[in-house]
T-cell receptor, first 116, second 117 residues
Framework: AQTVTQSQPEMSVQEAETVTLSCTYDTSENNYYLFWYKQPPSRQMILVIRQEAYKQQNATENRFSVNFQKAAKSFSLKISDSQLGDTAMYFCAFRFGRGSQGNLIFGKGTKLSVKP | GAVVSQHPSWVICKSGTSVKIECRSLDFQATTMFWYRQFPKQSLMLMATSNEGSKATYEQGVEKDKFLINHASLTLSTLTVTSAHPEDSSFYIC?????????????FGPGTRLLVL
């Protein structure tokens, strides 16, 4: 069975600094997708970044980047130049399968607080 | 980006009544839609998956007769909580996956807060 583990229930960072959220997963699949979603206090789930497992290059989206280590089954999220609006729950998610197949499996989340 | 709407955003109802929640993909066609439930300070729990025009697939432990799901078109799915009871109070979130473009990505609605008195 596929599992996603986020070992940091809560983290805090000073505004403008960099923070890294960790995520590990367990799967026997070779082709899959990994995601980081953000859930701010409004509770709207927002896609932050995604990574295809077949791509060796780490995905980046502006201040957000990932460190994808396929062999280690690790998928950490780095937030640079943290902003107050980054305060949210961050969920790591995994999905295998193609097209309409496969469901998202979520980790338990990491609550990130950005302090002024 | 892909937008998913949900209506209503919050609802309060009396015990024993039924509540319908709508989920719409506004700028894409969703071949697959998902319904999640989220308890306070917890992760999302998948309730069911539906494909347009076919019956929903429910996760283990989710009552099919309690949570009726209809995926009538490529842009609309509804969740009906039948004979709601206080223990059904929760935050319900729908999600949709495009049939084209980025089919591996799910986009989420803003959620519906349900309070059953």
């Amino acid at each position: 069975a596929q599992t996603v583990t986020q070992s940091q229930p809560e983290m805090s960072v000073q505004e403008a600094e960099t923070v890294t959220l960790s995520c590990t997963y367990d799967t026997s699949e070779n082709n899959y997708y990994l995601f980081w979603y953000k859930q701010p206090p409004s509770r709207q789930m927002i896609l932050v970044i995604r990574q295809e497992a077949y791509k060796q290059q780490n995905a980046t989206e502006n201040r957000f980047s990932v460190n994808f280590q396929k062999a280690a089954k690790s998928f950490s999220l780095k937030i640079s130049d943290s902003q107050l609006g980054d305060t949210a729950m961050y969920f790591c998610a995994f999905r295998f399968g193609r097209g309409s197949q496969g469901n998202l499996i979520f980790g338990k989340g990491t609550k990130l607080s950005v302090k002024p | 980006g892909a937008v998913v709407s949900q209506h209503p955003s919050w609802v309060i109802c009396k015990s024993g009544t039924s509540v319908k929640i709508e989920c719409r993909s506004l700028d894409f066609q969703a071949t697959t839609m998902f319904w999640y439930r989220q308890f306070p300070k917890q992760s999302l729990m998948l309730m069911a998956t539906s494909n347009e025009g076919s019956k929903a697939t429910y996760e283990q432990g989710v009552e099919k007769d309690k949570f009726l799901i209809n995926h009538a078109s490529l842009t609309l799915s509804t969740l009906t909580v039948t004979s709601a009871h206080p223990e059904d109070s929760s935050f319900y979130i729908c999600s949709a996956r495009p049939g084209q473009g980025a089919p591996e990505t799910q986009y989420f609605g803003p959620g519906t807060r349900l309070l059953v008195l």
